[in-house]
């Protein structure tokens, strides 16, 4: 239904929000949450869900190479 796609919108941006604030724990588990819940494959929330993730784990990558 159209409440459950702006509802797994409205989750991948807090999860973007949890991003930028360097939160990456909350931030990967908010958009885990998308990808294990929601069901219609028919859109693209999914895929903007795992490109949040991506960027993130690629953020992680980085900032613990910084820290060496």
């Known amino acids: 239904s159209s409440q459950e796609y702006w509802m797994a919108k409205?989750?991948?941006?807090?999860?973007d929000a949890y991003r930028l604030?360097?939160?990456?724990?909350q931030a990967k588990a908010t958009l885990q949450s998308v990808l294990?819940?929601?069901k219609p494959t028919n859109?693209?929330?999914?895929t903007d869900a795992q490109a949040v993730m991506e960027l993130i784990n690629s953020m992680e990558d980085q900032s613990?190479?910084?820290a060496k």
């Open 21 to 25: 604030q360097s939160d990456y724990f």
């Open 36 to 38: 294990n819940g929601y």
């Open 43 to 46: 859109d693209s929330i999914h």
């Open 10 to 15: 409205c989750f991948i941006l807090l999860g």
């Open 64 to 66: 613990k190479k910084q």
